[in-house]
């Protein structure tokens, strides 16, 4: 089945420490994307990438790092840097034309 | 400052009945609309669209509407069904050359429709 993949489910992380979550689509989408929800809030943009090789910061890029060397694959890195990472993180793409993001089930990173 | 709004985060339905969940944006140059339902713990699932060449898309229960003037959106659902209850974000995009752009989402509206 066609579809975006995230991973893991649930992720810890210690102070100090980066973390790197995972986003794979077989849906041969362009562009593919990033998001943090809060609760009570709606889904913030963290990096977008519309092409491989190609990335761009999105409203709350702060902390964060991703990479595109694939078009299947949009890792995002939370860094040390960002001092608040405990959220739901969303990845999402979409093909070509007037079409709604598809989004993976998403994963929940805390704090130890 | 947020630019879609959804200023109900709360709504609780009869089963049968109609849900109503709005939606408000402040860009004029918005042009593409969308719905999307998220369950706990799960990625939002696309609902509804529609484009601002319309005022009225439906797709079996649910119908979205778009007042341009007023620069705001409704999503209806018609009959309600517990099944139903999940946290509904409305987003807005601009096109760009027939290439969407980035999504704006609202901070979602929580329905409950209770048996």
């Known amino acids: 089945d066609g579809g975006i993949t995230q991973s893991p489910k649930y992720l810890f992380r210690k102070e100090g420490q980066n973390v790197t979550l995972s986003c794979e689509q077989n849906l041969n989408h362009d562009a593919m994307y990033w998001y943090r929800q809060d609760p009570g809030q709606g889904l913030r943009l963290i990096y977008y990438?519309?092409?491989?090789?190609?990335?761009q910061k999105g409203d709350i890029a702060e902390g964060y790092s991703v990479s595109r060397e694939k078009k299947e694959s949009f890792p995002l890195t939370v860094t040390s840097a960002q001092k608040n990472p405990t959220a739901f993180y969303l990845c999402?793409?979409?093909?070509?034309?007037?079409?709604?993001?598809?989004f993976g089930d998403g994963t929940r990173l805390s704090i130890l | 400052d947020q630019q879609v709004k959804q200023n109900s985060p709360s709504l609780s339905v009869q089963e049968g009945r109609i849900s109503i969940l709005n939606c408000d944006y402040t860009?004029?140059?918005?042009?593409?609309f969308l719905w999307y339902k998220k369950y706990p713990a799960e990625g939002p699932t696309f609902l509804i669209s529609i484009s601002s060449i319309k005022d009225k898309n439906e797709d079996g229960r649910f119908t979205v509407f778009l007042n341009k003037s007023a620069k705001h959106l409704s999503l209806h659902i018609v009959p309600s069904q517990p099944g139903d209850s999940a946290v509904y974000f409305c987003a807005a995009s601009l096109n760009y050359g027939g290439s969407q752009g980035n999504l704006i989402f609202g901070k979602g509206t929580k329905l409950s429709v209770k048996p």
């Open positions: 860009n004029s140059m918005f042009d593409y």
């Open positions: 999402a793409s979409i093909g070509r034309g007037n079409q709604p993001q598809h």
């Open positions: 990438s519309q092409i491989v090789n190609d990335f």
